[in-house]
């Protein structure tokens, strides 16, 4: 007889799913590098998208909107005067049975009859008064003298609830060795924690007293430590479920307390490990309340779970909020979060926490010399490649994803061929080089037809014809009008795809990224991407132009491209003592010196395109004026435009008219 194997499968419990596919950090990147952009600091703007979360993921104000919603749950439902209801309902029970007893009993003596019914007429109205009354009665019912009794069994059940979960459950119906191993077990407890008070317990302790005691404690602490925590969370929720009380129902309660299982020993063995725990956890939330409006009644060892609850949400509202020094997502209590709100929180927050995780320890951000963290040039490049490709998009005018190949950037293919050298970025001629590698292998005496391995030496590449390369400017207005007539982040955007565009697809050119407010200066593009706005009163674009001249004249062999971005005249120039001087309206002097450069930048052949935001009047004359100047173009887009135009600007200066597609730039 065969012996087949039968595989069962369930949910996985082992931790985060094996299976589960890395986590996305695209589209957490662009939300950080555009929160960056407006002016956001990389952990400002990390911490923006955490709490925001993305399109299909909760974030962190989402949970602990939930948590803040669990929390008025609990509220709302319960009310705290459950054990006071249970003992009025068996205080009234042994009442009336008694009277119906007494009522049977036609052997009684009248006159011990009528004194005891009157009795039970005059309890007093407070259910702790008439039990402590009743303490002593001697009853005729043996049905009324088992309520009563459950009564003190009750309340020991639910004063050792209040400090050990499960023990009103574990303890129903407990025999007297039942309720003297409780004894035993709080006179070693005592015992041990006074010892560790005053240093003098060891690890054998622990172990021994857990070896006795360990079935009292289902949270299995590993330590003396963890068993204290344990032991003082729940009292300290004892304690707050008290004071959340009204001042009759403490008192009421205080006073039954003293029957519980009819053993004075017990409330003094609990008096004296509350005393302790205080000692040894004096940061726990001892006087805390809580106010409760719902109509659910709590026992006391309930009342006190859900006070444990009020407080494990407020630590993670605490945790969620990140707003702590030196917090972060790792801090997050998972297996608290799944027990508030279910194993699918979990799963949000510990993909968050790897996001988080991910951006600061995979290289996409990092700290500068100051200390604050940045985008990283990894962040950099994966960013700029997102922005081409949206560009590419624009400039296409089709949607969707498209099939594109990575073409050379050194001009048309001739048909031929050459070896490779470094520094090379033609397309690889893929026939010649596995060509050349069989050819190898044959001669050193090797078999093409078990494995080819590629030499260095193997490479060729396709030739392409011959074409210039350019120096490129990207002047871009850093004015306050920028930030404030929103076209701040659309200009570095723009900057970031123009910057991948050239140092990936275009490596042989040139770019030089300069900002002009009160003064010009020039940026890398990382500085560019987090240059915050400043309210600054220039558009000194004089001195971008005299910049640009410089930097063209450090790459003589190569032609000229100057774009500007601007959204406004120039009102600013530099005196010959270097001061920025302003005026508003522009001074004739600001607007003489600005097309005297200009001039400079045409005798040199440079190919100027202007682009012109906003549809100020005086702007659009002026920028007329110096075109015609120089032979340039004006190009007014909008700002979600504004990427395009001057990437599609670039390639038009690039290929001299010739037509392009994607294909000869875009990947």
């Not at 309902?89 to 011990?112: F, G, I, P, S, Y």
């Not at 009157?118 to 109205?125: I, S, T, Y």
């Not at 209040?162 to 035993?184: C, H, I, N, P, Y």
């Not at 005086?618 to 007014?636: K, P, S, T």
Request: glycine share 8%.
């Amino acid at each position: 007889m065969g012996v087949h194997n039968r595989s069962r499968y369930g949910r996985y419990l082992g931790g985060p799913d094996p299976l589960a596919p890395p986590v996305d950090l695209a589209e957490a990147l662009d939300a950080v590098a555009e929160d960056v952009m407006a002016g956001y600091s990389p952990r400002s703007a990390l911490q923006e998208f955490l709490r925001r979360g993305g399109r299909d993921r909760e974030g962190l104000d989402d949970l602990a909107g939930r948590v803040q919603q669990r929390r008025r749950e609990l509220l709302g439902r319960h009310r705290l005067d459950g054990t006071l209801d249970e003992v009025r309902k068996l205080l009234d029970t042994a009442v009336l049975e008694e009277r119906k007893q007494l009522a049977r009993d036609a052997m009684m003596d009248n006159a011990d009859r009528a004194f005891r019914e009157l009795q039970l007429q005059n309890l007093p109205a407070s259910t702790a008064a008439a039990v402590n009354e009743l303490a002593s009665y001697d009853w005729r019912s043996t049905t009324a003298r088992e309520a009563y009794d459950r009564i003190k069994e009750l309340l020991g059940r639910e004063v050792l609830d209040q400090r050990f979960a499960g023990m009103k459950q574990a303890l129903e119906g407990a025999t007297d060795e039942d309720r003297a191993a409780v004894s035993e077990m709080l006179g070693d407890l005592n015992e041990l924690l006074d010892k560790h008070r005053r240093g003098d317990d060891t690890d054998a302790d622990f172990q021994e007293f857990m070896a006795r005691h360990g079935q009292f404690f289902p949270e299995n602490p590993q330590s003396v430590e963890e068993l204290i925590d344990a032991l003082a969370q729940r009292a300290a929720a004892a304690q707050r479920l008290l004071q959340s009380m009204s001042r009759e129902q403490r008192e009421e309660l205080m006073s039954l307390s003293a029957q519980a299982f009819g053993s004075p020993e017990l409330m003094a063995q609990l008096d004296q490990l509350d005393s302790s725990l205080r000692a040894l956890r004096p940061g726990e939330d001892w006087t805390g309340s809580e106010r409760f409006e719902g109509q659910e009644g709590l026992g006391l060892g309930d009342g006190t779970g859900v006070l444990q609850d009020l407080a494990e949400l407020d630590e993670l509202a605490e945790q969620l909020s990140q707003s702590y020094n030196g917090s972060r997502l790792d801090d997050l209590d998972l297996d608290a979060l799944a027990r508030q709100l279910g194993q699918n929180a979990a799963v949000t927050a510990r993909t968050l926490a790897e996001i988080e995780r991910a951006m600061q320890d995979g290289g996409f951000l990092r700290r500068g010399a100051d200390g604050d963290l940045r985008l990283s040039p990894q962040a950099m490049r994966r960013l700029g490649r997102s922005l081409l490709r949206d560009t590419a998009k624009q400039l296409s005018g089709r949607q969707g994803p498209r099939e594109t190949r990575v073409a050379g950037a050194a001009g048309e293919p001739t048909g031929s061929s050459r070896p490779w050298q470094f520094g090379d970025a033609e397309p690889w001629d893929v026939t010649r080089t596995i060509t050349n590698a069989i050819s190898r292998t044959v001669a050193d005496g090797g078999d093409p037809g078990r494995g080819l391995r590629l030499a260095v030496d193997d490479i060729e590449v396709t030739e392409t014809e011959a074409r210039t390369q350019a120096a490129v400017v990207l002047l871009v207005d850093v004015s306050f009008s920028m930030a404030a007539e929103g076209r701040w982040v659309p200009m570095k955007r723009t900057a970031l795809a123009l910057h991948h565009l050239v140092s990936t697809r275009f490596r042989g050119d040139r770019l030089q990224l300069i900002t002009f407010g009160r003064y010009a200066q020039t940026m890398d593009i990382s500085e560019l991407t987090a240059l915050p706005a400043r309210q600054e009163q220039g558009t000194n674009l004089q001195h971008g132009l005299l910049l640009a001249n410089r930097f063209f004249r450090r790459h003589p062999s190569m032609q000229p491209v100057l774009l500007v971005v601007t959204d406004g005249e120039p009102t600013a120039h530099l005196l010959p003592d270097g001061e920025s001087w302003f005026s508003w309206p522009p001074d004739p002097e600001t607007i003489r010196v600005t097309v005297a450069e200009l001039d400079r930048l045409g005798r040199a052949g440079t190919q100027a395109t202007f682009f012109r935001l906003g549809d100020d009047p005086g702007l659009e004359r002026f920028i007329q004026r110096l075109v015609r100047r120089v032979g340039g173009r004006v190009v007014a887009p909008e700002a979600g435009d504004l990427g395009a135009a001057v990437v599609g600007e670039y390639l038009r200066a690039h290929f001299r008219g010739r037509p392009y597609d994607d294909a000869d730039w875009a990947s």
